[in-house]
């Protein structure tokens, strides 16, 4: 059935900052709440002992300097250790405890992110290139990471340090905090306007980054065609244009929050100097001791620092913020299958597949299926033939579920797809497509993804049926060879044997079939094609190819074109027809017949 398709993510109406820690907090951060509460104990023993520091500058002037106490000083260095060596304590565990909280957080929301991407339909990466997925996942995730890790870290202890100081301030001369704190308003409006401005940079950055990131993956993944084309001017232009936009973006979020230390140096100076004039008058008048003024300057002094890294550190949240919009609004918009089942799971008695009047569109508009109705009888081979983009693809992804029908049904022995698990549903087929899917792990790992609890006999056996058997002996270090991204270290022919043998090792009643010996030579595909054969004996069979040859003694043929099935029948039928098989068929390179599918 359909489902509604979901929009890309929108960065326009940014969500606000409460909302995002919140949902952070309650979805992620609640079940760590002793850890963040013994964190946040240090952090206050930290703010603590910095205020100490200061509180302890008037025993200093006034017992040591003014009344020459002997016996304070030798007691007050010892109080200064020891408030220095609680301060080492706490700051270790505020570092490592919160920073921890951060990464395990991080850590969650990214597991939380693969796992519905790996479960959203294809729409998805229709939508979204996987540079631009890669981007996400990654350096927002990193952006989020600091901003807990690091960020929040540092804005609890500022805020609590500073509180301290203005504490002890207030309490060597309330009068003298009040001129102090007259001042401080003033930074707050221009702080909070930076903050912002930040945010919508550090969006812009992030985007910036995901176009690149795609870009580079793009053409470093097609590096042959690059060079085949001699077009690597071309490329190296487009390097340097995306690059300057993302530079243009780096620039302004520096120029933003290279605002800040300015104003708070402007304002740290106002204020320590009206504490001067105001508390030297009162020194002079007798309303207060030369150490309380001293204390109450260090304090002041020292209230700075704080205030110029709060001020930092707000426009570092809100880039974290920023990145944590962006990877919610994935989750939330990620297209994933709905599982309508109600615990049903599949049952394949025969493995007779059927399309009833079934239309899809993709989420651009473009209508791909348009009233598609075939049948798989049990045991049968059907081939799916046409020109390209007529919709063959799509008809094998709607019968693994990997799309929703727009309209229409796909059933299974009477079982609508969309009524039963997709686990079950999946469990019962195997796949061999065109684009070869292999895993930067050994020859063996490879195989046993279809069957991870296969024995070793069983994986050479389905190495042997899909011809693969001789040339993975000769790798280096044979079924334990590693075989590199994407399989890049096996030639293209053995990158799909390999795969055949995962399908074999399926062994599953239902076969998939997307061009599945499209990357062998002739001598390979006319072994694998017989191996095919003997798989397909008593199992559905649906295949896509653009290879006549290899298709001419299915059970029947489907021309597709243009999203409809334009006529259907046997190789022989469809030829005394000289319709658009015959007319394909004419134009086929190869027409020599192969060990077709289907023969016997």
């Not at 940014?14 to 240090?42: A, E, F, N």
């Not at 729409?123 to 990654?138: D, H, K, P």
């Not at 740290?268 to 309303?287: K, Q, S």
Request: aromatic content about 6%; hydrophobic content about 45%.
């Amino acid at each position: 059935m359909s489902q509604t398709t979901p929009s890309r993510t929108d960065d326009s109406n940014p969500t606000s900052s409460w909302s995002l820690v919140k949902r952070i907090w309650v979805q992620y951060m609640k079940r760590y709440t002793p850890m963040i509460l013994l964190g946040l104990g240090s952090v206050g023993i930290v703010a603590a002992t910095t205020g100490a520091i200061a509180y302890m500058m008037e025993p200093i002037i006034n017992e040591i300097f003014i009344n020459k106490d002997p016996e304070q000083l030798y007691t007050i260095p010892f109080m200064i250790v020891g408030i220095f060596t609680v301060m080492a304590v706490a700051t270790y565990g505020q570092h490592y405890i919160l920073r921890a909280v951060g990464v395990k957080v991080t850590t969650d929301l990214q597991n939380h992110l693969y796992r519905r991407m790996v479960r959203s339909d294809l729409r998805y990466f229709y939508q979204e290139t996987v540079g631009q997925s890669i981007s996400r996942f990654l350096t927002d995730a990193q952006l989020m990471r600091e901003a807990l890790a690091t960020t929040a870290v540092a804005l609890c202890k500022d805020t609590l340090t500073a509180a301290a100081l203005i504490i002890v301030m207030f309490s060597k001369d309330w009068q003298m905090a009040a001129v102090a704190m007259i001042v401080l308003p003033i930074a707050a409006f221009p702080m909070t306007k930076i903050g912002r401005l930040a945010r919508k940079s550090s969006q812009n950055i992030q985007k910036t980054s995901g176009t690149l990131a795609s870009f580079l993956s793009d053409t470093l993944a097609g590096v042959r065609q690059v060079k085949a084309y001699g077009r690597e001017d071309y490329e190296s232009d487009r390097a340097q244009t995306a690059l300057d936009e993302r530079q243009g973006t780096l620039l302004k979020n520096l120029r933003d929050r290279a605002l800040i230390s300015p104003i708070i140096e402007l304002v740290a100076g106002v204020a320590i100097a009206l504490a001067v004039l105001f508390g030297g008058l009162r020194v002079i008048e007798g309303a207060t001791t030369p150490g309380a003024f001293f204390a109450f300057l260090t304090a002041l002094l020292m209230t700075a620092a704080p205030l110029r890294r709060l001020g930092k550190l707000n426009a570092a949240l809100q880039s974290g913020l920023a990145a944590a919009d962006r990877l919610f609004r994935s989750l939330d918009t990620l297209p994933e299958i709905e599982d309508r089942s109600g615990g049903r799971d599949l049952t394949v008695q025969d493995g007779h597949i059927r399309f009833e009047n079934v239309h899809f569109t993709y989420p651009d508009g473009t209508e791909a299926l348009k009233g598609i109705d075939l049948e798989c009888r049990p045991g049968e081979t059907i081939a799916l033939v046409g020109s390209s983009g007529g919709g063959k693809s799509t008809i094998l992804n709607l019968v693994a579920r990997f799309y929703d029908t727009t309209s229409g049904n796909v059933l299974i022995d009477g079982q609508a797809v969309d009524a039963v698990s997709v686990e079950s549903l999946r469990s019962r087929m195997a796949l061999v497509s065109q684009e070869t899917a292999l895993f930067d792990e050994s020859v063996r790992a490879n195989i046993l993804y279809s069957k991870p609890d296969a024995t070793t006999e069983e994986i050479e056996e389905a190495a042997r049926g899909a011809n693969a058997h001789g040339f993975i002996q000769a790798l280096p270090d044979g079924y334990d060879t590693v075989v590199g991204s994407a399989g890049f270290r096996l030639s293209g022919g053995q990158r799909q044997r390999i795969a055949i043998a995962r399908a074999m090792l399926r062994d599953a009643p239902i076969l998939l079939l997307d061009e599945a010996t499209s990357a062998l030579d002739t001598d390979s595909e006319r072994k694998v094609q017989m191996a095919l054969n003997t798989l397909q004996q008593g199992r559905s069979t649906i295949t896509v190819a653009h290879r006549l040859s290899t298709v001419m003694n299915a059970d029947r043929i489907y021309v597709i074109e243009g999203g409809r099935v334009a006529e259907s029948g046997t190789h022989t039928e469809l030829l005394a027809r000289g319709g658009r098989y015959a007319d394909l068929y004419a134009g086929d390179e190869d027409p020599a017949p192969l060990a077709a599918v289907g023969a016997e």
